[in-house]
């Protein structure tokens, strides 16, 4: 059975993709934590990284095995929590958004929640879409706000609010005359648009 101290560190050197920087950042000799994570491979029965590759990367079954101690280190912090007051909400929220709304909405929000709780660490950052649901598969992320729909079946989506699209022309330009648009009409049209990357492109 793998201690937590041994998934902290192949988890380690899976962030650093390095022996000597994974020890460095664990605070611990390199010689000491190669010897742990070949210890868990021995117990596991494979390896989880190929040490042959520079930088070193997982195995495809190291992946996996990554990606459930990835779940058992966040929960297990999750319990910690439990250990101080059961009143007050404590811990770290990783919380992803995308550029073209987050000037808009985090005003609204992040000095009221390091109000109400001063223990919570809430730590944003500003990605595309694509980076953004990289991170949250791979636990770099606990929720994201970001703009649907996302096409990923296995994310909980809860919707926040709703947007109309506006499109401008220039006053002399035929569609100027019309309240309101259906796609068919900005057939042969060309637009301006945010560039590749941006889902508000994807949208349109």
Known sequence: MASLTQLEYVLAVEKHRHF??????C???QP?????I?????????????RLKKPVIP????????AVAKTVIREYGKLAQFSGSDKEVSGELRLGIIPTIAPYLLPLFVTDFTQRYPKAK???EELKTE???RALEEDRLDAAILSTPVGKTTLTQRPLYYEPFHLYVAENHALAAKNNLKAADLD???LWMLQDGHCFRNQV
Do not use: P
């Open 20 to 25: 000597g920087k994974a020890a460095r950042a």
């Open 27 to 29: 605070h611990i000799s």
């Open 32 to 36: 000491t934590l190669s010897a742990q």
């Open 38 to 50: 070949q210890k868990l491979e021995d117990e596991i029965g494979f390896i989880l990284f190929d």
């Open 59 to 66: 195995t495809d079954r190291g992946l996996r095995y990554l």
């Open 122 to 124: 809430l730590i944003v």
């Open 131 to 133: 980076s953004i649901l």
């Open 188 to 190: 042969g049209t060309d």
